[in-house]
């Protein structure tokens, strides 16, 4: 259940009973032959599952991460790091003060990982705030599933490629992962991975993505029980 | 066409013919017995009426907005001033940098006109940007209108009672509006208008609603006319 | 009564018997060929007026606001959204921290507007403060003595013309309003305003004026009944 | 001459021959038995003679500094630092962009010297810009004047009584200062400095206090030949 | 070769031949029985051991890094996160404008990583700057020498147990490391962790200190090499 | 005693009996002929100098300060003003939540003084916070000892010139002290003033320098007491 099917009468009917939240921080950027919100949209999916299951209300996701690495790839959208983390700042105030507890972020990129510091900064100053974090593809459990078939996860691969972030062809040969060193800049970035991918197989079978997937909604069923 | 329907490398064909987007700027923050998300929903759903009509891109609607009067109804989530307008800079500085120039923005949430100031500094520095504002519910086309039918604009009656952002049964017989003086604070807000709605009826026949909807599409058109 | 006219113990005697203050937020702005300082010397002019008729203290005003729209007018100073925000803000917890608890912010300039959100989370953070705005020239009443008189309220038109703000003559014949779409930026702004005037007549009978002011004191007598 | 005599057309034919601009940056803070505002009158006055005898324009006063430490003293109005530098910062940039290229910031205020680092921030940026800061009170000549006839300066006494800032008689009998070491809250201030001033006589011969301005007049005239 | 046994005279002299620069982040946060200083002291040891081999200049270290998890143990000073990125971005200016072109960022601290997002705005907007960054104990190499003699990596353990950061004994039973899950405040960090080890043996043979050591001074050099 | 000498129970065994701590603040910046950390390295020595007669522990000294009028100096690193206030208040408020009370602050860097204001206005809010700020080159007892020998102070001249300091040899023949109006941004300093230095003697007696540095000592030694 997401917060926009809802009236603020019945977040307050929720909340008698209730004071958990799922938060997603997600991304527009270059996903290579994926949708440009794929980590915005992978991660909601899971807290959608995740909620028909447990009832735990859904906040709108956030669709804009930092990105400064890819912003020579047109439609990349990237917020300052100092903007995410006052955006994620208000939130957490705001739905604390309606009375919201027990918060898990779902984080669909890597990139908003500098959040986490926020997170800890407002957990120190709000009394009984209890924060959880989860990204779904550095998880233990969904890894294991990855190094089962012998993948790889990286950047706009197969690892993301969930047949709801499809929209177009992905390539059937695999990519070989460019070498570099160093932090890169937008252009360096661009003319280093050409397409976006950052390396492995476009895709891989369905049962494989549906096997990730289930575990990771696994993962969320678990930490919500904080 | 929504940003999270395309790749970057759609968005690169697009920008050979194209520089224009629409960008949704929305709130998260009580409606009376409306969708928390109304704010959002709406200008969301007249860009993509707009976008069907001429191709325009609509990128991925902000849910958040300048809400601290509402912060006391539960669900309402409100970012600081000063962060929206970091949030509405990096956006604009970013779909520059991806190559559009043309950016209309519809904002569906009064509280966000702060947001103005900022879009006006950011075109006063980023060369050839040009810009559109544009709040539905203050359109004399769409104020025409209403008047046709006696009726009034206020926040989250009738006015926005679109069915599309219809979570709950609505009250059959009209508000009220009550009378205040001054700035409320979000307690004295909330003592005043309880359920949230500021007066009038809370829904009319659907094909007024219609006919504000199409009035106001008909509106950004002529707007992305620039 | 000005707060220059006093010292702090003067001060201190005020606040046993009253705790009501006139914050006055202008600009120094282009006003074609009125003076750069209308936007400050005007609503000060009301405060003055209302100070005399009631004895509540008035705050220096604040001579800069938000207008990046103006600035390739030369004496355009033009404060970020950011800034002003942040002064409103330290004004407010100052004279807070002073005692004084209802502030009347008497806004002589459109573009302030933004620090209205600044002045609601003061609100909700300050126990016992309470806020009132009042912009004479969007007032009910004021508007209602123009439309009397068949005259159009526009910026740096007859509208503003008081006596106190004239610094050169002022041209006889009416301007015709440019028309225009979108958000300018500074440059297009003076290509299309030229002298400045956003046009209508540049001058009306000083009674009209009169009027006018009297009418805007009385609105803000009455809200300073708070 | 100061800008709200000007309109913007004023401005720029000034422009044409003269490229210098007097800023004032004030305090409205106590000053014991003075004008609260007599950090902003008293090096307003400075410029306007300065301005009569070169025609330099004057810009509006900044009426608010940075006093943390008084804001225990009913009507100090304290910025916090960083919004005193954002606001230079802002001004600066706006009579820059006006075409001012030669700037005299009189400082009335000893708390605002930190702005003077945002005022090299700016000049390393924007080319052609000249910076000169003055604070008659620490004058070489000002302090000559001051030790010919045993006086020593302190902080609202009789160094600052120039008969402008006078709002009620002022005691006859000098002050011991209070002696103290460290950092002062504003509590602590409070407590010890009780009437605000820091010590010495409250008030001199007119006649010396026309010495001093007119001394810190030639220092101006002098500073504005860079 | 530090800076600070250099005058910018030397520095100069260096810019003719060289335009590296090694940068040290580090923190000043609990490490058990450790230094307070050890995340600061560790990289910079690596630094100078790199330096000699390659004269490659040592910026002054900075030793305060982001620790909110941490701020219940005493003598922990903790930036926030927005706060390390400025001083980052600034010492970044101050460096390319002295004509240092390519930088590489010794991070001492995990909670530090939220500064990789501005390095990259940076190199985004700076010409011809190269950025590198390292994180000894994350390192691949440092890893395989943990792995060989079966040790895990963690917070406080015998990992950053090298002498010189060793300020007092260190037990000689390893430490079973706590469970958790959820982002954890800093009075539950300090609850779970009591004497502030993660977990593991406190101290190993020298030998394999001294080979980590080795290591990490390795991947630097191989890393200078950009 | 510095904090990297100790571990996180050390600090808060001490603070069972003490509730003092030396804060330092220093700069990286052109010394002429005298290292870059000159003022970085003068008070940490003062610093350790008065913690070995009174135990007060010594916080680890920030090596950059506010340095905008040397950026054409290579190796000077500046941080904005707003940075070091901020960086100043992370510091405070992290070791006042330790439990430390009472804070010298030892600042060996004339461009740091606006972090006074901030130092204030955290005293206004940290209930028992007391704070005191010493800065050796402009202290009474120090000013008296140069005048006993006939010496002005001035930046990178003799003042500074302590052996522990001296990276090079110093010129033997004094330097006249250029002459200049107004505020020098970065280019208009270094083509002024050359050498870095701002005149008077380069070096002087080891005697004289002994005498200076156990005043300041005994300064420190009686600020402690407080």
Redesign the interface.
Known sequence: MR??????????NY?KQEDRLMLVLGS?E????????AD??IPLALADAASQRTGVLV??????G?S??F?????????????L???V???LR??Y???FRRMLVLNGHG?N??A??????M??ELAG?????YEWWLSHSVETVALKYGLKPSHASWLEAFSFVQ??DLPDEPKTPPAY??????EETRDLFK??SFGGPYKVDQAIMDEMFNTAVEDILN?LD?
């Open positions: 917060l926009d099917e809802l009236n603020w009468m019945d977040v307050e909340l527009c270059q996903h290579a032959y994926l949708s440009l919100l915005t949209t906040a709108p996701a956030l669709p804009f930092i400064p690495y912003t020579a790839y047109p439609g990349t959208i990237s917020l300052r790091a100092s903007t983390l006052d955006v700042e208000d939130i705001s739905v003060r309606s009375g990139g990982q500098a986490r510091a926020r997170l800890v900064e957990a120190n705030l209890r924060l959880a974090w929209v177009s060193k160093g932090l890169l800049d937008a397409d976006g930490l904080f």
